[in-house]
Protein backbone atom coordinates (compact mmCIF):
# COMPACT_ATOMS: atom_id res chain seq x y z
CA UNK A 1 0.00 0.00 0.00
CA UNK A 2 1.52 3.58 -1.06
CA UNK A 3 0.89 6.41 1.44
CA UNK A 4 2.47 9.81 1.04
CA UNK A 5 2.10 11.77 4.24
CA UNK A 6 2.62 15.12 4.34
CA UNK A 7 3.79 17.39 7.66
CA UNK A 8 4.79 20.61 8.60
CA UNK A 9 2.13 23.28 7.38
CA UNK A 10 0.42 25.83 9.57
CA UNK A 11 0.05 29.65 9.97
CA UNK A 12 2.76 31.73 9.09
CA UNK A 13 3.57 35.88 8.73
CA UNK A 14 4.44 36.91 5.53
CA UNK A 15 8.35 36.71 5.01
CA UNK A 16 8.21 34.20 7.11
CA UNK A 17 9.28 30.26 6.01
CA UNK A 18 8.06 26.85 6.75
CA UNK A 19 9.09 23.45 5.61
CA UNK A 20 7.43 20.60 4.25
CA UNK A 21 7.96 17.27 4.34
CA UNK A 22 6.58 14.25 2.47
CA UNK A 23 7.05 10.63 3.87
CA UNK A 24 6.79 7.58 1.58
CA UNK A 25 6.04 4.39 2.04
CA UNK A 26 4.77 1.27 -0.63
CA UNK A 27 7.34 2.61 -3.32
CA UNK A 28 10.69 2.34 -4.47
CA UNK A 29 11.40 5.70 -3.55
CA UNK A 30 14.16 5.98 -5.51
CA UNK A 31 12.62 5.58 -8.71
CA UNK A 32 10.04 8.47 -8.43
CA UNK A 33 10.12 11.82 -9.33
CA UNK A 34 8.73 13.44 -6.61
CA UNK A 35 6.69 17.12 -6.59
CA UNK A 36 4.28 19.49 -4.61
CA UNK A 37 1.37 20.69 -6.09
CA UNK A 38 -0.80 23.54 -4.11
CA UNK A 39 -4.51 24.53 -4.20
CA UNK A 40 -6.24 27.70 -3.37
CA UNK A 41 -9.82 28.18 -2.42
CA UNK A 42 -11.69 28.70 -5.57
CA UNK A 43 -8.56 27.60 -7.97
CA UNK A 44 -7.29 24.73 -9.25
CA UNK A 45 -3.95 22.51 -7.91
CA UNK A 46 -1.43 23.88 -9.43
CA UNK A 47 2.20 22.70 -9.80
CA UNK A 48 4.82 23.68 -7.52
CA UNK A 49 8.08 22.25 -8.01
CA UNK A 50 9.38 18.88 -8.72
CA UNK A 51 12.41 17.08 -8.29
CA UNK A 52 13.70 13.93 -10.35
CA UNK A 53 15.22 11.02 -9.70
CA UNK A 54 18.73 11.89 -10.63
CA UNK A 55 17.54 15.18 -8.99
CA UNK A 56 17.02 17.77 -11.26
CA UNK A 57 14.72 20.46 -9.79
CA UNK A 58 11.77 22.76 -11.59
CA UNK A 59 10.20 25.59 -9.89
CA UNK A 60 6.70 27.33 -11.20
CA UNK A 61 7.95 31.12 -11.80
CA UNK A 62 6.18 32.09 -8.70
CA UNK A 63 7.83 30.49 -6.46
CA UNK A 64 11.51 30.56 -7.68
CA UNK A 65 14.42 32.18 -5.58
CA UNK A 66 12.38 31.52 -2.68
CA UNK A 67 11.53 27.67 -2.56
CA UNK A 68 13.95 24.92 -2.96
CA UNK A 69 12.81 21.53 -3.08
CA UNK A 70 15.34 18.44 -1.84
CA UNK A 71 14.61 14.56 -1.43
CA UNK A 72 17.19 12.23 0.86
CA UNK A 73 16.41 9.11 -0.79
CA UNK A 74 17.92 6.97 2.69
CA UNK A 75 14.54 8.73 4.45
CA UNK A 76 12.47 8.03 1.98
CA UNK A 77 11.06 11.81 1.98
CA UNK A 78 11.21 14.60 0.39
CA UNK A 79 11.15 18.28 1.49
CA UNK A 80 9.93 21.69 0.32
CA UNK A 81 11.48 24.65 1.70
CA UNK A 82 9.54 27.66 1.48
CA UNK A 83 10.86 31.28 2.00
CA UNK A 84 10.04 35.17 1.92
CA UNK A 85 6.13 33.79 2.35
CA UNK A 86 3.65 35.64 0.73
CA UNK A 87 -0.25 35.43 1.14
CA UNK A 88 -0.82 34.37 -2.20
CA UNK A 89 1.07 31.03 -1.17
CA UNK A 90 -1.91 30.47 1.16
CA UNK A 91 -3.34 26.50 -0.35
CA UNK A 92 -3.41 23.19 0.79
CA UNK A 93 -0.08 21.77 -0.47
CA UNK A 94 0.13 18.11 -1.94
CA UNK A 95 2.90 15.57 -2.33
CA UNK A 96 2.91 14.05 -5.41
CA UNK A 97 4.97 10.89 -6.19
CA UNK A 98 5.54 9.62 -10.36
CA UNK A 99 7.32 6.36 -11.69
CA UNK A 100 9.68 7.79 -13.52
CA UNK A 101 9.48 5.19 -16.67
CA UNK A 102 6.10 4.10 -15.59
CA UNK A 103 4.20 7.70 -15.37
CA UNK A 104 0.37 5.68 -14.97
CA UNK A 105 2.19 4.68 -11.39
CA UNK A 106 1.44 8.29 -9.68
CA UNK A 107 0.04 8.77 -6.41
CA UNK A 108 -0.76 11.74 -4.27
CA UNK A 109 -1.07 12.62 -0.10
CA UNK A 110 -3.62 14.43 1.42
CA UNK A 111 -2.48 17.46 1.83
CA UNK A 112 -1.19 19.97 4.24
CA UNK A 113 -2.89 23.34 5.14
CA UNK A 114 -0.19 26.21 4.71
CA UNK A 115 -1.32 29.60 5.59
CA UNK A 116 -0.03 33.06 5.02
CA UNK A 117 -1.41 35.76 6.92
CA UNK A 118 -0.37 38.57 9.67
Known amino acids: QVQLVESGGGLVQPGGSLRLSCAAS????????MGWYRQAPGKQREFVAH???????NYVDSVKGRFIISRDNAKNTVFLQMNSLKPEDTAVYYC????????????WGQGTQVTVSS
Open 26 to 33: GIIFRLYR
Open 96 to 107: NSEHTWRPSMEY
Open 51 to 57: ITNSFST
